[in-house]
């Protein structure tokens, strides 16, 4: 699926709208964690909480025992923190090492209320990212940065690159709850310059849709899928599907997607492979960490 949509701001308006206005209600906690694979979800924080993060994604699952199916090689990293001054809000920094990708972002969570289907959780967050690091290198054919612009034409780093390495992007979450297992989300997603190497930045939705079911307190499955437009070196939808363990202050998940990168700017803005080829799957798996000093 790919989406068109000429006039962008209401997708986000609407619930925007939603937010401001007040509700009193606590619902349960839909989502445990406070992001799927890569999407955000509703979940508060108490103020006062750290969240350290580390994620990893690996080559592809198709290379085999010779390759011990990807996990050989180079591995994207992705490093985060974040804080909660106050019970509804969260500021937070992303480091990954495609393209050297650094953002700062801020989320707002707190909204709940119980609804005849089931509780609902609402969340706003917001990013700006830079790339600091625009090459190509594709670490033994695995594709795990950026591909240049194939117009470019001298075929090196490309000007057009380096002066739109900056990114953003706004996006309202929706949590619903069914029963007391299953969990579903949906992230509609205002993004701007989803592709650094073009000429011409603009401003794009994409829509990422999550659901994880609880099979106890410590195992659960989720998945998730992201529709965004297609563009160069951006054709695909991203998906991922896996499984989550929970203990105490840790989420761990371990999964299977064909998106190699993980910070939202490059994750919105679609995959260079496409998930229904099982060649494109990747292994990856990302810990959380819950703080209090």
Known sequence: MR????????AVAVPLLCLAT?????AQDIFASTQSATLPTAAPSSAGDFQFEISHRFGHLSDGAGDLWGLDGFVLNRLG??????????????????ADNLEFNARFAGLA???PTGPLEFAAQAGVAWNLQVEKDDHGGHQHVILLDRNAGNGNTGDAAEENEM???AQVIANAMVGDRLAFGVV??????PRIQSHDPETTVSVGV??????DGMWSLFGEWIFSQAREDQEYDSGSFGAEIRTRG???????????????????AGAAEDFFDPGSWRLGFNIQRRLRF
């Open 3 to 10: 989406m068109t949509t000429r006039h962008p701001w209401p």
């Open 22 to 26: 007040p509700v009193a209600a606590s």
């Open 81 to 98: 923190l974040a804080y909660s001054p106050h019970d509804q809000l969260t500021v937070g920094v992303l480091r990954s090492n495609s």
């Open 113 to 115: 209320l119980d609804a």
């Open 167 to 169: 990114q953003a992007y």
């Open 188 to 193: 509609p997603t205002l993004l701007w310059n």
């Open 210 to 215: 999550n659901g994880q079911l609880y099979l």
């Open 250 to 268: 840790h989420f761990f998940k371990l999964l299977v997607t064909n998106q190699h990168q993980m910070n939202p700017a490059q994750t919105l």
